[in-house]
């Protein structure tokens, strides 16, 4: 008789072998409402939450910032740019009303 498990794909036969597991927190299972512990919240500590998040705000700041600057720069750079079209513009306006 044939080995059953030399037919199964290999990614299958690996998920399988794998244990079954719980989560970490019993609340997040569905359990009843009367089975979960009330008490799971208050055992929670958010320091680490609130340290991701405050290094998130860090790095969002430090880029805002630097995006900042980026944009003074062009926008000091972009206006004598801005001027010589203007002044090609007003020349070739100037031809044309000579012409007329």
Known sequence: MADP??????????????????P????????????????VLERL???GLF???ARYQH??????????????SLCINIEPEVTKILNLATERQKKICQVC
């Open 59 to 72: 790095h969002l700041n430090t880029n805002a910032q630097m995006i900042a600057t980026e944009q003074a």
């Open 45 to 47: 500590n958010p320091i």
């Open 5 to 22: 498990t030399a037919d199964k794909d290999p990614d299958l036969v690996k998920l399988q072998s794998i244990p079954m597991f719980l």
């Open 24 to 39: 970490i927190m019993r609340g997040t299972l569905n359990l009843p409402p009367g089975v979960r512990d009330p008490e």
């Open 51 to 53: 340290n991701l998040c």
